[in-house]
């Protein structure tokens, strides 16, 4: 068997910060932020996120084709060959994942269909979809079936705590707004605490539904525990923030 898994996991670490971009910075749009599809720079930061996340996840899915049948990285790049090689679950959860974040296209391209009351609910909808996939990806593992409806929360906080914080800091730094930017900054201070609450909370019962006692003795719970030292180092950075918005 190929041994790239260090590979894949960076890739997957880029995967997972560019749907989390599109993700949370389309449903801040929506929460809090409005006149953001008034900005060119909010409509090509969504745009470019978009590209990244459906570049990073091709490579993920034609990596773990390669990985479950055995044949060359050429040969993995054939998309058609994908559902044949990814016949488990969490390979489907993969193809589902791709299919939607494809499709929200969109979206991207169109974000006044997030805010048109029309479109809204849908938008919303499909946009939680599509992260809550993350939360299912050990379908197929013997697991509580909490275990998924706890990681659907967990995926959601997460990806809105970082797209939300990416988009706000894409058009902060690109230069002096209108008065709703600073709105915008100021709600998101305010709501950003409670979402890394919920963050952690899911998280640490992830931990203790997937591992247990073994957080330490499995290399799984290892994982997790340099995932808690980054919590952590995200709530600082939070805490930063909040103060600065304040001041500023």
């Not at 790239?4 to 560019?18: C, D, M, N, T, V």
């Not at 993969?94 to 997030?114: C, D, E, N, Y």
């Not at 909490?146 to 894409?170: C, E, K, Q």
Request: with cysteine; hydrophobic share 55%.
């Amino acid at each position: 068997e190929p041994r790239f898994g260090s590979l894949l996991g960076l890739i997957r670490i880029a995967e997972y910060l560019f749907v989390a971009a599109v993700f949370g910075g389309l449903l801040f749009i929506v929460i809090g932020w409005p006149e953001g599809v008034l900005y060119d720079t909010s409509l090509r930061f969504l745009r470019l996120s978009w590209v990244g996340a459906v570049v990073s996840m091709y490579f993920v899915l034609a990596l773990s084709s390669m990985r479950a049948s055995g044949e060359s990285f050429a040969a993995s790049l054939n998309l058609f060959a994908w559902p044949g090689n990814l016949d488990s679950g969490s390979g489907i959860v993969l193809l589902i994942r791709f299919a939607l974040v494809v499709g929200s296209a969109w979206l991207v391209f169109r974000p006044h269909k997030t805010l048109d009351p029309a479109t809204q609910v849908p938008a919303i909808l499909y946009l939680l979809a599509m992260t809550a996939t993350y939360g299912l990806t050990r379908v197929g593992q013997n697991l509580p079936f909490f275990t998924f409806i706890v990681g659907m929360i967990h995926a959601w906080s997460m990806g809105l705590w970082i797209g939300a914080l990416a988009l706000l800091s894409r058009a902060v730094l690109a230069g002096p707004g209108e008065a709703d930017l600073v709105d915008a900054v100021r709600y998101f201070a305010k709501f950003s605490g409670s979402i890394i609450v919920v963050t952690c909370v899911t998280g640490a019962l992830q931990i203790y539904l997937m591992d247990g006692s073994a957080i330490f003795t499995t290399g799984h719970g290892r994982l997790n525990v340099l995932q808690l030292v980054v919590v952590a180092l995200m709530i600082w950075i939070m805490l930063l923030l909040r103060n600065f918005a304040a001041q500023r």
